[in-house]
């Protein structure tokens, strides 16, 4: 379309962007590094309940001589990312050596690192003391394979038979690393000969792995290498004590193979997180410099990010997923760092209450020290939060009742997606006066009291025992990999015959903005001939959230059912997200005894900003004002157009005969202005010649914006000038041909159609060829019959 002119493409260009809304998006408010981004740091707890469950474990590995110095020295990193890597500071760690004693001098086992407590400073030391496996001493420990002296000697660390007794009920483990098999054929505590000894050792093997399993010690084998025999490490773990971190296959004791020494590390850490009931996520590898990553999800709420760089002289930094550089020790944003092992091959950090989401490792290295390929890999547990409604509130026994489980972290994150809570099995037990406990499966499978599958709140029903008399209490445990439960008890009452108030109460399911309320409905019965006082009250909050519920009180008026609306307000400090907790009522007037619960259903998300809010108004406007402009563009251009006088031939005449013409080029007639002479060279007929300007020496053509031809002859005023027909111009003749006459009444549009030329003057002879097809009655052109060319 050659007839846009630049003007015309920036308006139409303004108007676009218009359209396509701000320049640059504005990150949301509660994003994480967005501007005014906040994250409600977790209720603050002295609690040690609140954090992972402590194990207390050994790591015993092989230093005998058939392992080459790399393997040793890969075993030795291995077993510093488990000391390094644990979860909890109130675990327990131990480093043992192994080999045989063969002669005078030299001890089977070589206890590197004592059973140390895996704080702070204790890692520290771990870090140290690990290093000491990667040092034979072929004086003081044998070339032999002692298995059942490195197994005994873990198992006494464990379970406590000598000073600093293990801690009750910390499960404890034996993680062994090894290349080969059983070794005692040179070692004389086992016999006089090498038969016997092997003999020996193997019945040896099979007392202490005995002894590991009266003392609930797991052995978790893991081999490499060429030479291993499967079957003694499958013994191994099916010797010792079978127990399991959760009801989940796979946390119980076993064999693990790998091809080679390099899959040591990857591999242990997988068998610990196994153990110990956490999960692992294995994030990048690189040299550095460079920015590896490790991705921590939603229901994590303790970690250790685990850095393999080999070389101390590797230098770490950490940047959470908003892109914020994280201490190494210390309180940020709602969590606790605490880095170790920075003079080491293996580097970790702790942390509690992990910002969901990929976090980034910086490494770097001086030169000569960027050789090594650095791996980052983050060990996680999700400890949940239950909150738990029974329904009835207060039940009568022997009667059935619901229970209705919801979960969120201790960061106060509302797990909504079950794909996070794959495999996970969660169970209920009731117990109380006069009766014996009662277990229940939930789920969350929309099949009977389940009200809708895939909506993280599992449920189940139950009959209270006839028997029970006085408290109850539930607790619910969730057993998946990497999760567990706080197991926080509900306490009810059972009720004494029929209840005099009853109710039923629901909470609207919203997604509001911070400030704004949500809207619920108690209906109460009540059959006593008192009126009774209700309390609303909220339970199990997300932490930071500043939730009301109005009102407070309620009366349930005597002898009759009453429906009593209420809201809950979200205060303008509410952090983004699923809101967790209940809204609980009460009967004060029966002693505070419990009626119903409900759940919250509401998401908090970020106020609209100004373009969410007007960009329809601000669309609408842009749209009016491109067709506004569009149009105004048009009529400018169809004006212009409309006037140019391009293709207008000027023929000059004189007694019927055609002396010249003369036609108009583009850009000769600015305005729709031609200015133009007449010749009269002696002797020779005159001509036509274009004049630049229209001064008063100059015959002018011009062209109204109705389409209108005025000549002024020089010197002379101006007179119309119609198509075809003479007008006069001194001695001559002036006739006006081609071009775009003036439209027909009523044809004011510039959508015209081209004439169809029979005839009419020769452009480039200037002679006259016929005249035109579809002339007027006057004998001029009729408009329908020009285009105007766009």
Same mark, same amino acid.
């Given at each position: ?5 630049k003007?015309?493409a920036l ?8 359209l ?11 994003a ?14 002295a ?17 005998s ?5 790399k ?12 000391v390094q890597?644990?979860i909890?500071?109130r675990?327990?760690?131990?480093v ?10 030299q001890?089977p ?25 990667g ?6 420990m044998g070339?032999?394979?002692d ?6 000697q873990?198992?006494?660390r464990?379970a406590?038979t ?8 910390a ?11 059983l070794d005692?054929?040179d ?10 000894r092997?003999?020996?050792g193997?019945?040896? !093997?099979? @007392?202490?792995l $005995?002894? #590991? &399993?009266a /003392?609930?010690?797991?052995i978790?084998?893991l *081999? ?5 025999d499967?079957a003694?490490?499958?013994?191994m773990?099916e010797?010792g004590y079978?127990g399991?971190?959760?009801e989940?296959?796979g ?6 193979v790998v091809g080679?020494?390099a899959?040591?590390d990857k591999? !242990?850490? @997988?068998t610990? $997180?196994? #153990? &110990?009931? /956490? ?6 590898? *690189? ?10 999800p939603?229901i ?10 080999h ?9 959470d997923p ?7 020790r210390?309180?940020?944003?709602g969590?606790?760092?605490e ?12 942390v ?5 989401g990929?976090?980034?490792?910086h490494i770097e ?19 949940l939060r239950?909150?738990?409604?029974l329904d009835?509130?207060?039940?009568r026994?022997?009667?059935?009742v619901?229970?209705?489980v ?7 994150v ?29 789920a ?6 389940d009200a809708?599958?895939g ?12 028997s ?5 209490e ?11 439960s706080?197991?926080r008890p ?7 015959g ?7 109460l629901t909470v ?12 619920g ?13 209700l ?5 199990d909050?997300t ?6 519920v ?14 009593i ?5 979200v205060?303008?400090?509410?952090p983004?997200?699923p ?9 004060t007037t ?14 908090v998300?970020?106020?609209?900003t ?7 108004a601000v669309?609408?406007?842009?749209a ?8 105004v563009g048009?009529?400018l251009v ?6 140019d ?7 000059l005449?004189?007694?019927?005969r055609t002396l ?6 583009r850009?000769?007639s600015p ?10 060279p ?7 010649r274009r004049?630049?300007?229209a001064?008063?020496?100059a ?12 000549l002024?002859p ?8 119609r198509?075809?027909e003479?007008a ?12 775009r006459?003036?439209?027909a ?7 015209t ?17 016929g005249?035109?097809?579809g002339?007027?009655?006057?004998g001029?052109?009729d ?8």
């Open positions: 379309m050659q007839w846009i002119d003007g015309g308006l139409l260009a303004g108007a676009l962007l218009a396509s809304g701000p320049l640059a998006a504005t990150p949301a408010s509660g994480p590094g967005a501007p005014g981004a906040r994250t409600v740091p977790p209720t603050a707890s609690d040690p309940a609140e954090g992972p469950d402590p194990i207390d474990f050994a790591v015993v590995v092989d230093q001589a058939s392992l080459a110095d393997d040793l020295a890969r075993e030795t990193e291995a077993a510093a990312l488990l890597g644990e909890s500071e675990s327990r760690a131990a043992i050596g192994f080999g045989s004693s063969e002669k005078r001098g001890s086992v070589r206890e590197v690192c004592p059973l140390i407590v895996a704080d702070a400073a204790g890692r520290e030391r771990l870090s140290d003391c690990v290093q000491r496996l040092r034979r001493d072929t004086a003081r070339p032999g394979t298995f059942p002296a490195a197994v005994r873990a198992v006494t464990l406590g000598t000073a600093g007794a293990a801690k009750p009920g499960p404890k483990v034996v993680f062994l690393l090894t290349d080969g098999r005692v054929a070692s004389p505590e086992y016999g006089t000969d090498r038969e016997s092997q003999a020996n193997e019945k040896r !093997l099979s @007392e202490e $005995a002894r #590991a &399993r /003392a609930g010690v797991q978790w084998p *081999g490499f290498g060429g030479e291993l499967r003694s490490l499958t013994a773990a010797g079978r399991a971190c959760s989940i296959p946390s119980a004791p076993r064999m693990r080679t020494s899959e040591i591999a !242990l850490q @997988e610990f $997180a196994a #153990a &110990r009931c /956490a999960r692992i996520a294995h994030g990048t590898v *690189g040299r550095p410099p460079a920015d590896l990553t490790v991705t921590i939603p994590a709420t303790d970690g250790s990010l685990t850095v393999a760089k070389d101390p002289a590797v230098q770490v930094t950490y940047y908003a892109g914020r550089k994280v201490p190494v210390g309180e940020f944003d969590s606790s760092f880095v170790s092992g920075q003079n080491g091959p293996v580097e970790a950090l702790r509690k209450n992990p910002l969901p990929r976090w980034r490792v290295a001086p030169p000569g020290h960027r050789d090594r390929e650095v791996a980052v890999r983050a060990i996680w547990q999700g400890r239950s909150a738990v409604v009835p509130a207060s039940p026994a022997g009667e059935q619901a229970i209705e919801q979960m969120q972290t201790r960061r106060g509302v797990i909504t997606d079950p794909r996070q809570l794959a495999g996970l099995s969660v169970a209920a037990e009731l117990s109380g006066e006069g009766f014996a406990p009662v277990d229940l499966r939930l969350d499978d929309g099949k009977g009291p809708k599958a909506d993280v709140r599992f449920t189940g029903t139950l009959t209270v025992p006839k029970a008399t006085g408290a109850l539930l607790v619910t445990r969730m057993d998946a990999p990497g999760i567990t706080d197991r509900l306490h009810a009452v059972v009720a004494e029929a209840p005099l108030v009853t109710a039923a609207d399911g919203a997604t509001v903005h911070p400030g704004a309320t949500v809207r409905t108690l209906d109460v019965t009540n059959n006593d001939s008192a009126p009774h006082t309390r609303l009250a909220l339970a909050q932490p930071g959230a500043e939730l009301a109005a009102p407070a009180t309620v009366t349930a008026p005597p002898n009759r059912s009453t429906r609306p209420f809201t809950v307000t205060g303008p400090d509410t983004h997200g809101l967790g907790g209940r809204v609980t009522v009460v009967d029966d002693g505070d005894r419990a009626l119903r619960g409900a759940f919250l259903d509401v998401r998300v970020a106020p609209p100004w373009w969410e809010r007007w960009w329809k669309a609408g406007g842009a009016a004002a491109l067709l506004l402009g569009t149009f048009i009529r169809f004006r212009r157009r409309r006037r006088l391009t293709g207008v031939t000027l023929e005449r004189q007694d019927g010249d013409s003369l036609t108009v080029r850009g000769q305005g729709g202005v031609f200015a133009f002479a007449v010749d009269e002696y002797g020779t007929p005159a001509t036509l004049v630049p300007g001064g008063s020496s015959h002018v053509l011009r062209r109204t914006g109705a389409g209108e031809l005025l002024r020089r010197g002379g005023a101006q007179v119309p000038v198509p075809g003479p006069g111009l001194g001695d001559h003749e002036l006739v006006v041909r081609g071009g006459p003036a439209p009444a009523g044809r004011g549009t510039p959508w159609r081209r004439p169809r030329r029979t005839g009419g003057a020769d452009r480039r002879t200037g002679t006259d060829a005249p035109l097809t002339s007027g009655p006057d001029s052109p408009a329908s019959t020009y285009d105007v060319n766009f």
